[in-house]
């Protein structure tokens, strides 16, 4: 079974930056997709980047033109570049498949301090 494992998170000023990660324990198909989720407290998950191919970006009007996602086919990785931080961006953060979604990881918690 699919391990998703998410890294990067912590603790940063607004207008700070972190990179996140997501490692599969698995061969990921470079076909499929990979998104990356987030939940902030007493919120429901909610996606706000996706890559559903090598070709194609999409992210939500909250964190277009600060975060980057991309993606390492041969390391079966996908990243989160996130600049600009903001309070309202703290949350835990997950990866999963775009397509075939898997079991969710731990995610990882990234708090912004205003």
């Known amino acids: 079974q699919v391990q998703l494992v998410e890294s990067g998170g912590g603790v940063v000023q607004t207008g700070g930056s972190l990179i996140l990660s997501c490692t599969s324990s698995e061969r990921i198909d470079s076909r499929d997709g990979w998104a990356w989720y987030r939940q902030a407290p007493g919120m429901q998950r909610e996606m706000f980047a996706s890559?559903?191919?090598?070709?194609?970006?999409r992210y939500a009007d909250a964190v277009k033109g600060r975060f980057t996602i991309s993606r390492d086919n041969a390391l079966n990785t996908v990243d989160l570049q996130m600049n600009n931080l903001k309070p309202e961006d703290t949350a835990v953060y997950f990866c999963?498949?775009?397509?075939?979604?898997?079991?969710w990881g731990r995610g990882t918690k990234v708090t912004v301090s205003s």
């Open positions: 890559m559903p191919n090598d070709e194609i970006t």
């Open positions: 999963n498949l775009h397509y075939s979604p898997r079991p």
